[in-house]
C-alpha cells in the first residue's frame, strides 16, 4: 500500500482497553454461587485471541467523529445516558439470508468464483456511499472509544464465550485453550446453565446501554449463533419462511455450499458483523448508514475468512497447537471447505458425507480424499478472498492508525497458525 509508516499492530493499538475489559468484566459475572462465578469465570481466565473486541473498539476508533453527533454522544455517555431518543429504522440486516431465498447482489459481499457451485451473495440493499467523505468532528479527540463502545466490546465477547460454553457440551470437546474443557472441567450441567447465566448477565448490560438499534442487532446475533448450529446439524434444513423441514437431506455439493456459507455466517461472522454494525451505531456519526454498512461488511467478511481457517485448521494443525483437539469436525460428522472441495473432485465424497462419515473407516477414508485433493489450498484461497474483500470495504473509511490495524488485522486473521 502506499503507507509509509509500519502498519499498525492491531491487538497493540487497543491493549489498554482490552485490559480495562478483562478487569472490569469480574464484577459484571459476580453471584453469590461460588460454582456458578468459578465456571463464568473460567473460560475468561484462559483467554482467547479477542479478536472480537478488537474489531469493535478499533471501529470506533476508526469511525468516531465522523460528522454528526458524536460530540454529544460522549457527553451523554459520561453523564450516564447514551442518547435514549435516537430514531430507530430496522436496519435490512435484520433479515437474515436464508437458504433457499432468492439471491440479490450486493458489492459488499466477496464473490465466490473459486467453486464452479456457484456465488454466494447476501440479500440487501444496495450500498449508499457516504457523502461528507471523512471529516472528522472537531470535537472527536483521535483514538477515543466511548464507554458505551468498550462496553459493546465487552458484551461480544461474553456472546462469544456464552456460546463456547454450550458448543464444548454439544461436541463433547474435552480440550479448549489448551486446558479441560468447561464440560470436562465442570459436567454439562454446570456447563449449560454457566452459559445462560453469562448470557443473562451479557444481556442486562446490553440494556443499559439504553440504545434499540443495537440491542435488537445484538440480540438477533444470539439466534443467528443458534440458527447456525441448527443448520450445522443438517438433517434440519430451514425453508424460505424459516420453518424446519426435518430430514429433508441433499447430496448437491451446490446447495451443500449454500448452506456451509451460510452456516458460517451465522455462527461465527454475524457476531463480527454486528458487533462492528453496532459499534458505529453507538459511535453516532454523521451519513451513519454509510459507515454502519461499511463495519457490517468488514465484519461479515473478514468472520467468514476467519472460520474458513479455522476449518483449515482442523486438518492442518494439531490438538497441542490449536489448544483444542484437531481432526474434530469429521468426527462430528461435519463437512467443511476442505470436505466439500474434496467432493468436486471425488465424487465417492458424496456418499460419505451424506452418511455423516458414519460407517467405521469413514472418518479415515474422508480425511484421505481430502489430503489428497486440493481441497484445504482451495478453501484457504477462499479465506483469502473474503479476507481481501474486508480489506477493500475498508477504503472509504478516511485514514488512520486504526483503520490500518483493521487492515492488518485481515492479514493476521488469514496468516494464523492456531
Ligand atoms: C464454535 O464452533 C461454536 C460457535 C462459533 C457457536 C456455538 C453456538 C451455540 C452452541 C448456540 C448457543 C449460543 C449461545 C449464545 C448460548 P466450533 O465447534 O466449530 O469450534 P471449536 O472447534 O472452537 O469448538
Ligand atoms: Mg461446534
Ligand atoms: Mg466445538
Not at 473459486?114 to 451473495?121: D, I, K, N, Q, V
Amino acid at each position: 500500500t502506499s503507507s509509509i509508516r509500519p502498519r499498525a499492530d492491531p491487538f497493540n493499538l487497543v491493549a489498554p482497553q482490552i485490559a480495562e475489559l478483562r478487569q472490569s468484566l469480574l464484577p459484571l459475572l459476580a453471584s453469590g454461587h461460588p460454582a456458578l462465578s468459578e465456571i463464568t469465570k473460567y473460560y475468561f481466565q484462559h483467554p482467547s485471541k479477542q479478536i472480537r473486541p478488537v474489531i469493535v473498539l478499533l471501529l470506533a476508533q476508526a469511525t468516531n467523529g465522523l460528522g454528526g453527533d458524536w460530540g454529544k454522544k460522549l457527553w451523554e455517555a459520561e453523564q450516564g445516558g447514551a442518547g435514549l431518543d435516537t430514531p430507530f429504522t430496522r436496519p435490512d440486516v435484520l433479515n437474515d439470508w436464508n437458504p433457499s431465498m432468492p439471491e440479490e447482489t450486493s458489492r459488499f459481499e466477496a464473490t465466490w468464483p473459486l467453486s464452479p457451485a456457484g456465488e454466494h451473495r447476501r440479500k440487501g440493499k444496495d450500498y449508499v456511499p457516504p457523502m461528507s467523505g471523512g471529516t472528522r468532528s472537531a470535537l472527536c479527540e483521535p483514538m477515543k472509544v466511548l464507554p458505551t463502545q468498550r462496553r459493546l466490546a465487552q458484551i461480544v465477547e461474553m456472546l462469544h464465550t456464552a456460546s463456547l460454553l454450550h458448543d464444548d457440551v454439544i461436541d463433547e470437546s474435552a480440550l479448549r485453550r489448551g486446558a479441560p474443557s468447561a464440560p470436562a472441567a465442570f459436567g454439562n450441567k454446570l456447563s449449560v446453565l454457566g452459559g445462560n447465566f453469562v448470557l443473562g448477565r451479557a444481556s442486562a448490560a446490553l440494556s443499559r446501554l439504553g440504545d434499540t438499534e443495537v440491542t435488537e442487532l445484538i440480540a438477533s446475533v444470539i439466534s443467528n449463533l443458534v440458527e447456525g448450529e441448527i443448520l450445522q446439524m443438517r438433517e434440519v434444513k430451514l425453508d424460505g419462511k424459516g420453518d424446519a423441514v426435518v430430514k429433508a437431506k441433499t447430496n448437491k455439493n451446490q446447495e451443500a455450499w449454500n448452506i456451509y456459507l451460510q452456516k458460517t455466517y451465522l455462527k461465527t461472522a454475524s457476531l463480527m458483523a454486528k458487533g462492528a454494525r453496532s459499534s458505529v451505531v453507538l459511535g453516532g456519526c454523521k451519513e451513519g448508514e454509510a459507515w454502519k454498512e461499511i463495519a457490517y461488511a468488514y465484519g461479515r467478511n473478514l468472520g467468514i475468512a476467519f472460520q474458513l481457517v479455522d476449518d483449515v485448521l482442523d486438518y492442518e494443525s494439531a490438538s497441542v497447537t490449536l489448544g483444542k483437539p484437531g481432526g474434530a469436525d469429521l468426527q462430528l460428522g461435519l463437512a467443511t471447505g476442505p470436505a466439500l472441495y474434496a467432493w468436486e473432485e471425488h465424487p465417492e465424497m458424496g456418499e460419505l458425507i451424506q452418511r455423516k462419515f458414519e460407517k467405521p473407516g469413514d472418518v479415515e477414508l474422508a480425511r484421505d480424499y481430502v489430503l489428497r485433493s486440493s481441497g484445504v489450498q482451495r478453501t484457504k484461497a477462499l479465506a483469502q478472498a473474503y479476507a481481501d474483500k474486508a480489506k477493500e470495504v475498508l477504503q472509504e473509511l478516511p485514514s488512520s492508525e486504526a483503520k490500518e490495524a483493521l487492515e492488518a488485522l485481515t492479514e493476521r486473521v488469514v496468516g494464523r497458525r492456531s
